[in-house]
């Protein structure tokens, strides 16, 4: 989910054109007899780019034909396609043919946008998650030699570390992070690289769709929630929101468009404002946002958790003849509902990295666990924007509304699922004081079924703990080591501002969220003490 929430310039800023693609019309059926020729007697001779096609790679081995091992990436959207051995490419979308890279790129592009002139297919087009003109470069690295390699892929001998093939180092692109373009913006925008490694997107793997949170609490199946919005603690700072996300309006979005950054943000609606009373209440316990404001703090990348807690419909009622009592009852008049309520009392933080599936499974099976043994039920979810507004982005949004509707399950009865946002360093905040963001999906107008999803304030009523729990103070001392000497470490003896470290900043921030009892002050103060020696 969670998320969340962590490059190069989008779309039509990347790269545009391939000097060595095929000219338009050329397809690689009319350029095979280049390479045949030289293929078939004399390899030595020297080949342009142009003349290397997807039949000569996977004749030379470097390619093997297969189901959905191509894939474009471009401004949001993902199309997969099937390498046939006669090198042509099958769009599993629709079935459509396709005989080079190029064709396929530029139909694909111009779906997402229409002004798309060209594909530049072999810097778009990946293999494997590997760009195919790197697959070129081998092919001309191990057949051509004493050929000086194009600007466009760098000169010199292969990186160091580039595993061989056929005992010839650099001869297979089977290194992605060795073989990365050189000079070479990527298509997706910064924000999209949960797309492309999730979107290592890039530097780390790419970002699938978040799980259902029941599917992660009750079947431990795949990734936790920590997926969608968590990077890859090898790519340090890579979530880092260094360029400002400016809020768009949700009047302004309209019918769900696929070129729209999923990334962007959105404001949220009142129920005021659309005439509308909020569905039920909210209560949650200061020692969740302790918990989660804490977790939120100590990396610069998104970090995402499960909340627990109980919906207790015995409060929902409606007074009217025969029901309730008082004056309204005895009149006969209908009063409105008094909304049930949601009652937040647990933070569940998910200790997991991107990719991890299986230690994942193993957070997600403890904490279903802890959820059965105390009573709890599933209610909603947290995650962090680290550097931005705690507001809803696009993905966001979808995401909430179907953990709604899958937390809801197939019965008749409602049961809500809250979101909850944290922007523990964006500096748009009043003050060290991170905000924490509730907020609820209500689905679009049945007239206007494509249209995305309304993100809703939620009011809420927060209960001040009168202690710190021994959960709250395990969870906080697992989530210090676990983050310990990792590369996205938040640095807390920095500074945040001009006179505040990192540590005042998370200080100031948990103060209004401490309980009463100030007896377990030196129990933090230890926390922050292992804070200090962490990094």
């Known amino acids: 989910?969670?998320?969340?929430?962590?490059?190069?310039?989008?779309?039509?800023?990347?790269?545009?054109?391939?000097?060595?693609?095929?000219?338009?019309?050329?397809?690689?059926?009319?350029?095979?007899?280049?390479?045949?020729?030289?293929?078939?007697?004399?390899?030595?001779?020297?080949?342009?780019?142009?003349?290397?096609?997807?039949?000569?790679?996977?004749?030379?081995?470097?390619?093997?034909?297969?189901?959905?091992?191509?894939?474009?990436?471009?401004?949001?959207?993902?199309?997969?396609?099937?390498?046939?051995?006669?090198?042509?490419?099958?769009?599993?979308?629709?079935?459509?043919?396709?005989?080079?890279?190029?064709a396929w790129a530029t139909h694909c592009k111009r779906l997402v946008n229409p002004a798309k002139k060209s594909g530049c297919g072999w810097a778009s087009v990946r293999y494997k998650g590997q760009k195919l003109d790197q697959y070129k470069a081998a092919w001309l690295r191990k057949h051509q030699p004493n050929v000086p390699p194009p600007d466009e892929v760098g000169a010199g001998s292969p990186p160091p570390g580039t595993p061989s093939v056929r005992g010839e180092p650099g001869a297979s692109p089977v290194c992605p992070q060795s073989l990365a373009s050189e000079g070479e913006e990527e298509e997706l925008p910064e924000d999209e690289e949960e797309e492309a490694a999730r979107e290592g997107r890039l530097a780390v793997p790419e970002p699938a769709a978040p799980k259902r949170p029941e599917e992660r609490s009750k079947k431990q199946q795949g990734k936790g929630p920590a997926e969608p919005a968590g990077t890859d603690g090898g790519s340090a700072g890579k979530r880092l929101e260094v360029k400002p996300r400016v809020p768009v309006r949700y009047c302004t979005l309209g019918t769900r468009d696929s070129a729209r950054n999923p990334q962007t943000l959105v404001e949220v609606t009142s129920f005021a404002a659309i005439n509308k009373f909020q569905p039920f209440n909210v209560a949650i316990s200061s020692n969740v946002l302790l918990l989660l404001d804490f977790h939120s703090h100590l990396t610069r990348s998104e970090v995402v958790g499960y909340l627990g807690g109980r919906w207790d419909t015995n409060t929902q009622r409606r007074w009217g003849p025969g029901g309730g009592g008082g004056p309204a009852a005895a009149r006969g008049c209908h009063q409105p509902r008094v909304p049930a309520v949601l009652t937040v009392l647990r933070a569940f933080p998910c200790r997991t990295r991107l990719g991890d599936a299986e230690a994942a499974g193993a957070v997600e099976e403890e904490i279903c666990q802890s959820l059965f043994l105390r009573g709890l039920s599933l209610v909603g979810w947290y995650h962090s924007h680290p550097f931005g507004p705690a507001l809803p982005s696009l993905h966001d949004i979808d995401a909430q509304m179907d953990y709604q509707l899958k937390l809801q399950g197939s019965g008749n009865g409602f049961q809500p699922c809250l979101g909850l946002i944290c922007g523990p360093f964006y500096h748009g905040n009043p003050g060290v004081e991170s905000k924490i963001a509730p907020f609820w999906v209500m689905p679009p107008p049945e007239q206007r079924p494509n249209d995305y999803g309304i993100p809703m304030d939620v009011e809420v009523t927060y209960i001040q703990d009168g202690f710190l729990t021994n959960d709250v103070v395990q969870e906080m001392t697992l989530l210090v080591e676990f983050y310990k000497g990792?590369?996205?470490?938040?640095?807390?003896?920095?500074?945040?501002?001009?006179?505040?470290?990192?540590?005042?900043?998370?200080?100031?921030?948990?103060?209004?969220?401490?309980?009463?009892?100030?007896?377990?002050?030196?129990?933090?103060?230890?926390?922050?003490?292992?804070?200090?020696?962490?990094?």
């Open 486 to 535: 990792a590369p996205d470490l938040v640095k807390f003896q920095e500074l945040w501002s001009q006179d505040q470290t990192y540590l005042d900043k998370l200080k100031g921030s948990l103060a209004s969220r401490t309980p009463k009892d100030q007896s377990f002050s030196h129990v933090l103060e230890q926390i922050f003490s292992l804070l200090k020696l962490s990094g």
């Open 1 to 102: 989910m969670a998320a969340l929430a962590a490059a190069s310039p989008g779309g039509d800023e990347g790269l545009e054109e391939d000097e060595d693609e095929l000219e338009p019309g050329l397809d690689e059926a009319e350029a095979e007899p280049e390479v045949a020729k030289a293929a078939g007697a004399a390899r030595g001779a020297v080949l342009t780019r142009r003349g290397i096609t997807l039949r000569v790679l996977l004749r030379d081995g470097l390619l093997e034909p297969g189901r959905g091992v191509l894939s474009i990436y471009y401004l949001g959207k993902k199309f997969v396609g099937d390498l046939g051995s006669d090198g042509t490419i099958t769009w599993q979308e629709t079935g459509q043919v396709f005989n080079s890279p190029s």
